[in-house]
């Protein structure tokens, strides 16, 4: 499954880099309610816990599913217009169509990235939410009574939250992602649009035909989905520090494509990597090897010996685990050593939950 830009231009007038505190504001609140998955967030998390009075956190948890995995759009900038406050964002949310907002927020109720117009908000819509989450039927409710209170009562919680909480931690991620920022426009002028098949997640082709444009990249994601880039919908390349380990694309018609990435994406295990990696060891005689090569580096020929294989079998099966990058390996004249890259094995379950995630 894949989610799939198809990009009008190879140049960079229809990708800019654009920092949002209210993104941020929100990976924040996401790492709160699920602080098992962010453990670099640990300490804002405790800090919140410590600071925030506790009618303020209830709020946040009842409203948790908005910046949940399926982040609601207007949690994410709307508009290309870079050093943003975030009074400014959170305006131009108070301004949005009360359409879109509805729409916006049902998508993020019910867990979908879809580019179709999204379930009319009835009674229909809130039984499928009663059937994911009480939790979530009950803000489906409460969006379908008064979405215009709905929404002034999110942007008062969300002020609130940011005064109490987050605005001294803004104040100290900013030159990071000044930084990030920094590099990504240089890697644009440099490269253009091409800049985004160096996400881990990324495929660029080029598309012929009258439809496609001359650029199409593909995402590793856990749905399918397609979205056009051009000038009047650019996409918006937003680096967070909270966000990860996720690695969100968020795209809704009229409004810009969003790839919101840490600056550590680089490191990202992409899913056909974890799919290698568990199908490497899923084979007995893999296993065996790696309990050979745990502790020590050893020659193929001596694995042979103690496998009782033949070398040639010991070869491919080593082949498998190094395509998989689960082996360092290092020469001594002509005979080359193999050793279990034991970070990596122990890395491989929260790498796994970590693509199921993103």
């Given at each position: 499954m894949a989610v799939t830009l198809y990009l009008d231009s190879t140049g960079a007038g229809s990708i800019a880099v654009q920092q949002s505190p209210l993104a941020e504001l929100c990976a924040c609140l996401h790492a709160l309610d699920e602080p098992g998955h962010h453990p670099a967030s640990a300490g804002w998390v405790a800090r919140a816990h410590r600071d925030v009075d506790g009618d303020l956190l209830d709020t946040a948890a009842a409203w948790a599913p908005l910046w949940g995995g399926f982040r609601a759009r207007y949690l994410l900038p709307l508009s290309a217009s870079p050093r943003r406050t975030l009074s400014a964002e959170l305006q131009e949310v108070a301004e949005l169509p009360i359409g879109d907002f509805v729409a916006m927020t049902v998508q993020a109720l019910i867990g979908k990235n879809e580019t179709e117009p999204a379930p009319v908000l009835g009674d229909d819509l809130l039984q499928r939410l009663r059937l994911i989450s009480t939790s979530r039927m009950e803000i489906g409710a409460r969006l379908g009574a008064d979405p215009e209170a709905f929404r002034a009562a999110l942007l008062g919680f969300l002020a609130a939250f940011a005064a109490a909480a987050f605005d001294a931690e803004w104040r100290v991620l900013r030159p990071a992602l000044d930084r990030d920022g920094a590099l990504r426009e240089r890697d644009l002028r440099n490269k253009g649009a091409l800049v985004l098949a160096d996400?881990?997640?990324?495929?660029?082709?080029?598309?012929?035909?009258?439809?496609?444009?001359?650029?199409?990249?593909?995402?590793?994601?856990?749905?399918?989905?397609?979205?056009?880039?051009?000038?009047?919908?650019?996409?918006?390349?937003?680096?967070?520090?909270?966000?990860?380990?996720?690695?969100?694309?968020?795209?809704?018609p009229g409004y810009p494509v969003i790839i919101q990435y840490s600056p550590d994406v680089a490191d990202t295990l992409t899913l056909e990597t974890a799919r290698r990696r568990l199908a490497a060891l899923q084979d007995p005689t893999r296993l065996r090897l790696c309990y050979a090569i745990v502790r020590t580096p050893v020659a193929t020929a001596e694995l042979a010996t103690q496998l009782g294989m033949s070398a040639p079998q010991v070869s491919r099966h080593l082949r498998r685990l190094r395509e998989a990058g689960l082996v360092h390996t290092h020469r001594r004249g002509s005979v080359v050593y193999y050793q279990l890259d034991t970070a990596a094995v122990e890395r491989l379950g929260p790498d796994l939950l970590s693509v199921l995630y993103r």
């Open positions: 996400y881990p997640t990324a495929l660029a082709t080029s598309v012929t035909g009258p439809s496609s444009g001359p650029l199409r990249i593909v995402f590793d994601k856990l749905y399918n989905a397609t979205a056009r880039v051009h000038a009047g919908r650019p996409c918006l390349l937003v680096p967070t520090v909270h966000g990860r380990p996720h690695f969100v694309i968020k795209h809704f």
